[in-house]
């Protein structure tokens, strides 16, 4: 019975990653010649490549003699190699990729290949994971910028010629440059690789032979701020991190290391900080951003300077949608897109940025449908009786329908259910009036759910009204919006044609305004239907998420009406 080569990759040790020749080994079949060996494995002719696997091998006396059952080491620099692609696994948010050769972009697709050459971005609140031909995974987090630089196998063929039948494993080899950001890597932990799985940063080659790591590079505003470092925390194996030949180490499991090429000595890597505790955390909340309490400055006797959280819509964190480091002593605000369930990752940064153990929780938001944003009457005006008095308001995201409570004169609550935007009071005698809405919506073919109510506003219906004090103003052409006040720093506004907040070839399509005072004047607002939201930036510069979008239809008649809005809801 023919027998084939087999490939046995040697990696006994982990130094082998440090080392300038990465070889596979291969066992001489019967009959076997150079020529033969030449032509399964090597790129150019036996006679070219020989004398390094001669030395390589140690074979002084009879360098060009083989024999049956023989081990030799060969290169895999010399051996001819072939592309295999990797596959995204999830794409989450904006995700965009520059094919090799191309200079437009397009949006990665969950389920398709990346070329070798292929270049990735991922845009905020976006992430993205790839698998590797070999089984391997990484995930690339929020603002990162990564080239899949190799993925390839390292094949030998069968002396028959018969492509279907490769003579032994296949030894793969893929090497990724991150530019900027974050990866997360979990290595599988195959005998097959013809040379490490490699990170490479614009400082820093980090390479594995099976493990979970996460390698960060880039500028850090909580650790050094303009200092573009490498880090990299091994969660479980072994890790080699090299800066040079001479400036390298290894790094276990549980320990981390953070690189800067302007220091002449590596550090020595230092224990990871364990997994903060979650238990005062909220696992159910009613809030349109998750608000959970601040995290010590001290865990075990160690400073910490920051916490990463990162939320996912899977429990494998596969699909992640946040990624933010918190300041220790803040508390922590993370902005949800629907309700639903969550799932968390929280880990302490100690002094030099290294990021520790997660601790892991699932939370489940219920806010939704939020309270509107109320236009008219405008909070303690004061209306003739006689007159008729129009309820209006904003349309939140999702709206259905609304409940309608009002207060009359005799402090009698009475409820409506309302399908627009706008409920007629007619004939109202004197008196103060009271009214709120709660917005509704479908989430199930026969089943309704009922959100917050807004705050309580209040009107008076009078006998006369008294003449105003000064001159009327005539700028009636003003759409004035205001909120509750969150006492913030500043609110950034903004008003947009597109539900979706694009940006078009018009600009006065989105306006964006940044107000210190919860109030804004929108000044001769076209008639038509306009979106509007806003968030909060605080005296840290933290940045809520964005309000729910609120839509308002401005007839074409408004000059008439004053429009008042007054938010009820609270990020």
């Given at each position: 019975m023919r027998?084939?080569?087999?490939?046995?990759?040697?990696?006994?040790?982990?130094?082998?990653?440090?080392?300038?020749?990465?070889?596979?080994?291969?066992?001489?079949?019967?009959?076997?010649?150079?020529?033969?060996?030449?032509?399964?494995?090597?790129?150019?002719?036996?006679?070219?490549?020989?004398?390094?696997?001669?030395?390589?091998?140690?074979?002084?006396?009879?360098?060009?003699?083989?024999?049956?059952?023989?081990?030799?080491?060969?290169?895999?620099?010399?051996?001819?190699?072939?592309?295999?692609?990797?596959?995204?696994?999830?794409?989450?948010?904006?995700v965009r990729i520059v094919s090799p050769g191309s200079s437009q972009s397009?949006?990665?697709?969950?389920?398709?290949?990346?070329?070798?050459?292929?270049?990735?971005?991922?845009?905020?609140?976006?992430?993205?994971?790839?698998?590797?031909?070999?089984?391997?995974?990484?995930?690339?987090?929020?603002?990162?910028?990564?080239?899949?630089?190799?993925?390839?196998?390292?094949?030998?063929?069968?002396?028959?010629?018969?492509?279907?039948?490769?003579?032994?494993?296949?030894?793969?080899?893929?090497?990724?440059?991150?530019?900027?950001?974050?990866?997360?890597?979990?290595?599988?932990?195959?005998?097959?690789?013809?040379?490490?799985?490699?990170?490479?940063?614009?400082?820093?080659?980090?390479?594995?032979?099976?493990?979970?790591?996460?390698?960060?590079?880039?500028?850090?505003?909580?650790?050094?701020a303009g200092d573009a470092v490498t880090r990299s925390e091994v969660v479980q194996g072994l890790v080699s991190a090299e800066l040079d030949e001479r400036r390298k180490t290894q790094v276990p499991g549980g320990f981390g290391v953070r690189l800067d090429p302007k220091v002449m000595q590596i550090p020595t890597p230092v224990a990871l900080l364990e997994a903060p505790t979650l238990q005062n955390w909220a696992v159910k909340q009613n809030t349109l951003a998750l608000e959970f309490p601040a995290l010590p400055s001290v865990q075990s006797g160690r400073a910490?300077?920051?916490?990463?959280?990162?939320?996912?819509?899977?429990?494998?964190?596969?699909?992640?949608?946040?990624?933010?480091?918190?300041?220790?002593?803040q508390s922590i605000r993370i902005p949800t897109q629907q309700d639903g369930a969550y799932y968390l990752t929280v880990r302490g940064a100690d002094e030099q940025g290294l990021e520790g153990k997660d601790a892991k929780m699932a939370v489940s938001v219920d806010a939704r449908p939020?309270?509107?944003?109320?236009?008219?009457?405008?909070?303690?005006?004061?209306?003739?009786?006689?007159?008729?008095?129009?309820?209006?308001?904003?349309?939140?995201?999702?709206?259905?329908?609304?409940?309608?409570e009002i207060q009359d004169n005799t402090q009698k609550r009475t409820q409506y259910s309302v399908e627009n935007t706008q409920y007629d009071l007619r004939n109202l005698s004197s008196?103060?009036?009271?009214?709120?809405?709660?917005?509704?919506?479908?989430?199930?073919?026969?089943?309704?759910?009922?959100?917050?109510?807004?705050?309580?506003?209040t009107f008076t219906v009078l006998t006369k009204l008294d003449p105003p004090d000064g001159k009327v103003d005539d700028n009636y052409r003003v759409l004035h919006l205001r909120w509750t006040d969150q006492q913030v720093k500043e609110y950034e506004v903004q008003i947009s044609r597109s539900a979706g907040f694009e940006i078009t070839a018009n600009d006065s399509d989105l306006v964006t305004n940044v107000v210190t005072k919860p109030e804004l004047d929108i000044p001769?607002?076209?008639?038509?239907?306009?979106?509007?939201?806003?968030?909060?930036?605080?005296?840290?510069?933290?940045?809520?998420?964005?309000?729910?979008?609120?839509?308002?239809?401005v007839p074409k008649d408004w000059r008439t009406l004053w429009f008042f809005l007054w938010a009820a809801i609270a990020l």
């Amino acid at each position: 019975m023919r027998r084939h080569i087999v490939f046995a990759i040697l990696f006994a040790c982990l130094t082998a990653v440090a080392q300038t020749t990465d070889t596979v080994s291969i066992v001489v079949e019967r009959d076997e010649q150079l020529g033969t060996i030449a032509e399964r494995y090597f790129k150019r002719p036996a006679y070219v490549n020989w004398p390094e696997v001669a030395k390589l091998n140690n074979l002084k006396s009879a360098p060009y003699t083989i024999y049956p059952g023989m081990v030799l080491r060969l290169p895999v620099r010399l051996l001819a190699a072939q592309s295999s692609p990797a596959k995204w696994l999830a794409v989450t948010g904006n995700v965009r990729i520059v094919s090799p050769g191309s200079s437009q972009s397009s949006v990665a697709v969950q389920g398709t290949l990346v070329a070798e050459g292929t270049r990735v971005i991922v845009g905020a609140d976006s992430s993205a994971l790839l698998e590797l031909p070999d089984g391997s995974q990484v995930k690339l987090l929020t603002g990162s910028q990564f080239i899949l630089e190799e993925s390839r196998y390292y094949r030998g063929y069968s002396r028959n010629g018969n492509s279907e039948n490769y003579s032994g494993t296949k030894a793969f080899s893929g090497l990724m440059r991150l530019i900027q950001g974050a990866v997360e890597t979990r290595a599988t932990t195959a005998t097959d690789r013809a040379k490490p799985l490699r990170i490479q940063t614009p400082t820093t080659v980090v390479g594995v032979r099976g493990t979970d790591f996460r390698v960060t590079h880039g500028f850090d505003s909580a650790n050094n701020a303009g200092d573009a470092v490498t880090r990299s925390e091994v969660v479980q194996g072994l890790v080699s991190a090299e800066l040079d030949e001479r400036r390298k180490t290894q790094v276990p499991g549980g320990f981390g290391v953070r690189l800067d090429p302007k220091v002449m000595q590596i550090p020595t890597p230092v224990a990871l900080l364990e997994a903060p505790t979650l238990q005062n955390w909220a696992v159910k909340q009613n809030t349109l951003a998750l608000e959970f309490p601040a995290l010590p400055s001290v865990q075990s006797g160690r400073a910490v300077t920051g916490y990463r959280v990162q939320m996912a819509t899977d429990e494998a964190m596969s699909q992640v949608l946040y990624s933010q480091r918190f300041a220790s002593g803040q508390s922590i605000r993370i902005p949800t897109q629907q309700d639903g369930a969550y799932y968390l990752t929280v880990r302490g940064a100690d002094e030099q940025g290294l990021e520790g153990k997660d601790a892991k929780m699932a939370v489940s938001v219920d806010a939704r449908p939020q309270p509107p944003l109320l236009q008219a009457p405008r909070n303690g005006e004061k209306l003739v009786q006689g007159s008729d008095v129009t309820l209006l308001w904003a349309k939140p995201q999702g709206a259905t329908g609304y409940i309608v409570e009002i207060q009359d004169n005799t402090q009698k609550r009475t409820q409506y259910s309302v399908e627009n935007t706008q409920y007629d009071l007619r004939n109202l005698s004197s008196g103060s009036y009271s009214w709120r809405i709660a917005a509704q919506m479908k989430t199930g073919p026969d089943v309704i759910k009922t959100g917050a109510w807004t705050a309580q506003q209040t009107f008076t219906v009078l006998t006369k009204l008294d003449p105003p004090d000064g001159k009327v103003d005539d700028n009636y052409r003003v759409l004035h919006l205001r909120w509750t006040d969150q006492q913030v720093k500043e609110y950034e506004v903004q008003i947009s044609r597109s539900a979706g907040f694009e940006i078009t070839a018009n600009d006065s399509d989105l306006v964006t305004n940044v107000v210190t005072k919860p109030e804004l004047d929108i000044p001769d607002a076209a008639a038509g239907k306009y979106f509007v939201r806003y968030r909060m930036i605080e005296e840290n510069g933290f940045v809520s998420g964005w309000s729910g979008t609120m839509e308002i239809d401005v007839p074409k008649d408004w000059r008439t009406l004053w429009f008042f809005l007054w938010a009820a809801i609270a990020l």
